[in-house]
């Protein structure tokens, strides 16, 4: 997309100003992100968004949560000005809405440029690690108190890990050739179905509280000020009713990587105990206001059961012929799907003293 566009589009949002200059950003899997600089504003640099469809098929709910979140953050953190976290806003357009549809009937968003960065899975230390526990249990917290009813699902079954194997089972009766070439890893993904058992039952049963989350934050999605603090969380896209225990493990499957979930090289992935510990027991000190006995019974299995379930989302995306994912060549998805298996299968050798960890740090 050209300067003319993005101008035209950014316009909608923030009135009739200049565009001084645009970059497409890189690292996302999901959207387009361009970081736009206008001239004469108070605010010299603000993210643009392509939201993609194909994924976030609800965008106007996507952008109603978002909105709604971002002001709730934005109020807890004005009545406690010694709260450390970074909110951004999100721009409402010409006509009111979160969102802009361009002619070619693409949605567009508009939010303030944070100056952070995200932190390199290699230059991963134990201060990020703890910075991260901090943050994620920091943003629980401000979003603890969140009407439920108020946050709608904006991607229905975005981690209910039985359908996702079950869609695997109905795409393998197709005999897709990507299936059958990779037969190995699908027999792998049948022999840890257990673990989806474990969560059926805590589902069924309703044992765990139903919370706003964010249900995507990875590493990725942590941004780290210039003094290397964990200032916020970042894509709000799935932000919506679930569990706390996902978001834990989502973390955990991403910061205690010793490479990336891209990772080439298999030889370099591994699961970190140590990091493990470091994030828990940040992340419970900040937590432990308000988080249910069985939430915290379940940190550790849940860090299994999210691995699991990223796992078989890469390697589904993959026997479909890569079709949600962006990829970089042929075998990424499949790839990434292997680095998940070999994280799982470190953890479940780990699992007890995980499960030790989290007790620990639990009575502290």
Same mark, same amino acid.
């Given at each position: 997309?050209?300067?003319?566009?993005?101008?035209?589009?950014?316009?909608?949002?923030l009135g009739n100003k200049t565009l001084q200059y645009s970059k497409m950003l890189q690292g996302g899997i999901i959207n387009q992100t361009y970081l736009v600089a206008l001239r004469n504003t108070n605010t010299s640099k603000y993210?643009?968004?392509?939201?993609? !469809?194909?994924?976030?098929?609800?965008?106007?709910?996507?952008?109603?949560?978002?909105?709604?979140?971002?002001? #709730?953050?934005?109020?807890?953190?004005?009545?406690?000005?010694?709260?450390?976290?970074?909110?951004?806003?999100?721009?409402?357009?010409?006509?009111?809405?979160?969102?802009?549809?361009?002619?070619d009937n693409s949605y567009w968003r508009l939010i303030d440029y944070i100056d952070a960065k995200t932190v390199d899975s290699k230059n991963v230390n134990t201060r990020i690690v703890r910075e991260a526990g901090i943050i994620l249990?920091?943003?629980?917290?401000?979003?603890?108190?969140?009407?439920?009813?108020?946050?709608?699902?904006?991607?229905?079954?975005?981690?209910?890990?039985?359908?996702?194997?079950?869609?695997?089972?109905? $795409?393998?009766?197709?005999?897709?050739?990507?299936?059958?070439?990779?037969?190995?890893? &699908?027999?792998?993904?049948?022999?840890?179905?257990?673990?989806?058992?474990?969560?059926?039952?805590?589902?069924?049963?309703?044992?765990?509280?139903?919370?706003?989350?964010?249900?995507?934050?990875?590493?990725?999605?942590?941004?780290?000020?210039?003094?290397?603090?964990?200032? %916020?969380?970042?894509?709000?896209? !799935?932000?919506?009713?679930?569990?706390? %225990?996902?978001? &834990?493990?989502?973390?955990?499957?991403?910061?205690?990587? %010793?490479?990336?979930?891209?990772?080439?090289?298999?030889?370099?992935? #591994?699961?970190?105990?140590?990091?493990?510990?470091?994030?828990?027991?940040?992340?419970?000190?900040?937590?432990?206001?308000?988080?249910?006995?069985?939430?915290?019974?379940?940190?550790?299995?849940?860090?299994?059961?999210?691995?699991?379930?990223?796992?078989?989302?890469?390697?589904?995306?993959?026997?479909?012929?890569?079709?949600?994912?962006?990829?970089?060549?042929?075998? #990424?998805?499949?790839?990434?799907?292997?680095?998940?298996?070999?994280?799982?299968?470190?953890?479940?050798?780990?699992?007890?003293?995980?499960?030790?960890? $989290?007790?620990?740090?639990?009575?502290?």
């Open positions: 997309m050209d300067n003319k566009e993005l101008e035209f589009i950014t316009k909608n949002f993210i643009l968004q392509k939201i993609n !469809t194909n994924v976030l098929r609800n965008p106007q709910i996507v952008m109603s949560n978002s909105s709604r979140i971002s002001e #709730h953050i934005e109020k807890k953190i004005n009545s406690n000005k010694e709260l450390f976290y970074k909110n951004f806003k999100i721009y409402p357009c010409e006509k009111g809405d979160f969102y802009y549809i361009y002619s249990g920091r943003f629980h917290t401000l979003l603890s108190d969140i009407s439920i009813s108020k946050i709608q699902e904006s991607i229905p079954n975005f981690h209910d890990t039985d359908l996702y194997y079950d869609r695997l089972l109905i $795409c393998a009766k197709k005999k897709p050739e990507r299936l059958h070439k990779t037969i190995e890893l &699908f027999n792998k993904i049948k022999e840890y179905r257990y673990l989806v058992d474990v969560f059926l039952n805590l589902k069924e049963k309703k044992l765990l509280p139903i919370r706003i989350v964010h249900n995507d934050p990875k590493l990725d999605n942590i941004l780290f000020d210039s003094e290397g603090k964990a200032c %916020t969380i970042i894509d709000l896209d !799935t932000c919506m009713p679930g569990y706390l %225990t996902f978001d &834990f493990g989502d973390a955990i499957r991403s910061i205690t990587n %010793t490479a990336s979930e891209n990772e080439k090289d298999l030889e370099k992935v #591994h699961f970190d105990l140590e990091r493990f510990k470091v994030f828990c027991k940040a992340y419970i000190h900040k937590v432990k206001s308000f988080i249910k006995p069985i939430e915290r019974k379940y940190l550790a299995f849940f860090t299994l059961l999210v691995t699991y379930e990223q796992l078989i989302r890469f390697y589904k995306d993959y026997v479909q012929n890569d079709i949600y994912y962006k990829i970089d060549y042929p075998s #990424h998805n499949l790839q990434r799907a292997k680095v998940q298996l070999k994280l799982l299968e470190e953890m479940l050798m780990g699992y007890e003293k995980m499960k030790l960890a $989290c007790k620990a740090f639990n009575t502290q």
